[in-house]
T-cell receptor, first 112, second 113 residues
Framework: DTAVSQTPKYLVTQMGNDKSIKCEQNLGHDTMYWYKQDSKKFLKIMFSYNNKELIINETVPNRFSPKSPDKAHLNLHINSLELGDSAVYFCASSQSGTTGYTFGSGTRLTVV | QKEVEQDPGPLSVPEGAIVSLNCTYS??????FMWYRQYSRKGPELLMYTYSSGNKEDGRFTAQVDKSSKYISLFIRDSQPSDSATYLCAMGEYGGSQGNLIFGKGTKLSVKP
């Protein structure tokens, strides 16, 4: 059973396109996140959602928009993709009051 | 000064060696500390976590936290080639938003047979 699953695993697209990445968790966690990992492996938080409410939104361009239809899903939509958006995007989940995140296997986005 | 500093390595050791991985931090509000292991092209997986200063042991792994020095370490005994991965430290504020988990840049470890 996959705990946190992301689709697609790989995404190659042209500049200016709009794309979405989907994430689902079956752990019953109440908080989900999107992290961006750059080419130097630096993992930086983009968004977190707790009970369908956005609780953190770091300095991320508004071309990125998270959407959570329910607490088991957190999708990431990206408008007008730029070369600098190329990275690995990780979805993660956790339960409030506990430690540790469970990460998905990542979506490798390449913008050409 | 960045909130969490971690030497990116790479670190190469022979099989059986003791490995020491370290992070320093500047935010004294950090209360819980974790180590994640990330294999190539995989997501990070939680290896160890601790709330307090001192040592915590789990098999071949020992996590050490020194809050007075704002310094954490992960020791790996009898290292194996399967330990070859990137190790990321992470830390957060107790009672704060879960999203306050801040990661180090990771140390790439290679254990040679």
């Amino acid at each position: 059973d996959t705990a946190v699953s992301q689709t697609p695993k790989y995404l190659v697209t042209q500049m200016g396109n709009d794309k979405s990445i989907k994430c689902e968790q079956n752990l019953g966690h109440d908080t989900m996140y999107w992290y961006k990992q750059d080419s130097k492996k630096f993992l930086k938080i983009m968004f977190s959602y707790n009970n369908k409410e956005l609780i953190i939104n770091e300095t991320v361009p508004n071309r990125f928009s998270p959407k959570s239809p329910d607490k088991a899903h957190l999708n990431l939509h990206i408008n007008s993709l730029e070369l600098g958006d190329s990275a690995v995007y990780f979805c993660a989940s956790s339960q409030s009051g506990t430690t540790g995140y469970t990460f998905g296997s990542g979506t490798r986005l390449t913008v050409v | 000064q960045k909130e969490v500093e971690q030497d990116p390595g790479p670190l190469s050791v022979p099989e059986g060696a003791i490995v020491s991985l370290n992070c320093t931090y500047s935010n004294s509000a950090f209360q819980y500390f974790m180590w994640y292991r990330q294999y190539s092209r995989k997501g990070p997986e939680l290896l160890m976590y601790t709330y307090s200063s001192g040592n915590k042991e789990d098999g071949r792994f020992t996590a050490q936290v020194d809050k007075s020095s704002k310094y954490i370490s992960l020791f790996i005994r009898d290292s194996q080639p399967s330990d070859s991965a990137t190790y990321l430290c992470a830390m957060g504020e107790y009672g704060g938003s879960q999203g306050n988990l801040i990661f180090g840049k990771g140390t790439k470890l290679s254990v040679k047979p």
